[in-house]
């Protein structure tokens, strides 16, 4: 009598139409017999023009290379259910690879997956680094700004990268920033018979360029100047570009705890001056978005040159004058309005952008801005705080507490 579990083990194997195979730079020598089996048997093998290269002596249906978008490509694979499909990938497919993009179409227990090993543990493998102690990023196809916030002395870092200029870029981008006696190693054509490694100081590495497959390997060592970002919320002004319109570190970090992000939210940044909010936003997690409004061209330019040196490029700048610059924007979970709440409509704009339990927060110094947050409160409820900070400051040959201007700060929840 045949099992249950038999029969659901073969109903599940004959949904399971998609097979991804993790390849490496020595090909089929690194497959076991079962992925070599999966790419022999596939109608169709899709693949970059190096992946099917590899596996040519395997393939016996229709390799067919990535197409431009490769959104297209995915459609492709997507029409294709039901028939035997094969997709190759470098190294983990579920580590910054493909694997992770053909799971938002379709689902895991369609697939069948076959890793190997990823070029960051092949790379901590080559230099004794233990990987759950390294940071990773991945800069393939992507600026290299997201390695700023990583420079941390003591710091282990590992980059892929997909471009043979790349080293030589982040060399030259730590150096300026001061971390020019980091040790530097790239690593080119990770397990295959063309590897190798080079290692030499940050700051010694000319223009020279390498293979494009290549992990770069930074043992951080800072400068006595060099600029460290902080982990933490309220970063110190001077560390932003401004011209005065900017949160003060103090308040910052109240707001950026009264915004309370949650994983995978859209801040609206209103008024947005420096970017200071949203870009400390955007340092919190990776899945966080946000956009920045800003009225001024010159502070709106100084807000992506801000974004970009925090590590955090992938803020969106929107130059217009709010509410009008509102329209047609990718609805927000949050709001700060840090600027123009006294334009009119802009207060009832905001709240409409928002769905049912979505958050706003509002900063007031002027008498005519706060009188507006207090209305506001009285009519929709939220929390209203006054945020008071004193500094000292010498007074003759003695010291006192200096009080910076209040800020009355409005949190409300919308229903």
């Not at 053909?102 to 680094?129: C, Q």
């Not at 190693?185 to 700051?203: D, I, K």
């Not at 969106?316 to 047609?328: D, F, H, I, N, S």
Request: with cysteine; net charge neutral.
């Amino acid at each position: 009598m045949t099992s249950s579990k038999a029969f659901c083990s073969r109903a599940e194997s004959s949904q399971r139409w998609l097979t991804i195979v993790g390849i490496g730079e020595d090909g089929l020598a690194g497959l076991g017999a079962e992925a070599r089996r999966a790419i022999a048997g596939a109608e169709i093998v899709f693949g970059g023009a190096r992946h099917l290269e590899l596996a040519a002596d395997e393939i016996s249906g229709e390799p067919r290379p990535w197409t431009s978008p490769f959104d297209k490509a995915v459609d492709e694979i997507e029409a294709l259910r039901g028939k035997n499909v094969c997709v190759l990938a470098s190294g983990d497919p579920f580590h910054f690879g493909v694997g992770a993009t053909l799971t938002r179409r379709i689902p895991a227990n369609e697939m069948r997956v076959f890793s190997a090993p990823s070029s960051f543990a092949l790379a901590a493998a080559r230099l004794g680094w233990p990987l759950q102690s390294v940071e990773t990023v991945s800069l393939h196809g992507r600026p290299i700004a997201p390695i700023r916030p990583l420079l941390h002395p003591g710091a282990r870092i590992l980059a892929l990268t997909s471009d043979g200029a790349a080293p030589a870029a982040i060399a030259e981008l730590i150096t300026k920033e001061g971390f020019g006696p980091s040790r530097f190693h790239v690593l080119e054509a990770l397990g295959g018979p063309r590897e190798r490694q080079v290692s030499f100081m940050a700051s010694a590495l000319s223009a020279e360029s390498f293979g494009d497959l290549n992990v770069v390997a930074i043992e951080v060592a800072a400068d006595q100047d060099a600029r460290i970002l902080p982990l933490g919320t309220g970063l110190e002004e001077g560390l932003f570009e401004h011209d005065g319109q900017i949160t003060k570190s103090e308040v910052r970090a109240v707001t950026l705890s009264a915004l309370a992000p949650k994983r995978g939210e859209r801040l609206w940044d209103i008024g947005a001056g420096s970017g200071s909010i949203s870009i400390e936003w955007l340092r919190l997690q990776p899945s966080l978005s946000a956009i920045a409004i800003e009225a001024d061209g010159e502070r709106a330019a100084r807000i992506a040159r801000n974004a970009e040196r925090m590590g955090v490029p992938q803020l969106t700048v929107v130059e217009g004058k709010a509410p009008a610059a509102l329209a047609g924007l990718a609805a927000p979970d949050v709001v700060f309005i840090g600027g123009g709440a006294t334009v009119p409509g802009l207060m009832e704009a905001a709240i409409a952008a928002l769905g049912s339990g979505g958050r706003l927060v509002a900063n007031a110094v002027t008498l005519e801005t706060q009188a507006l947050l207090i209305d506001y409160h009285g009519r929709h409820g939220g929390e209203l705080i006054e945020i008071a900070i004193a500094r000292a400051a010498p007074v003759g040959t003695m010291r006192a507490l200096r009080a910076a201007m209040p800020v009355l700060q409005w949190r409300w929840r919308k229903p």
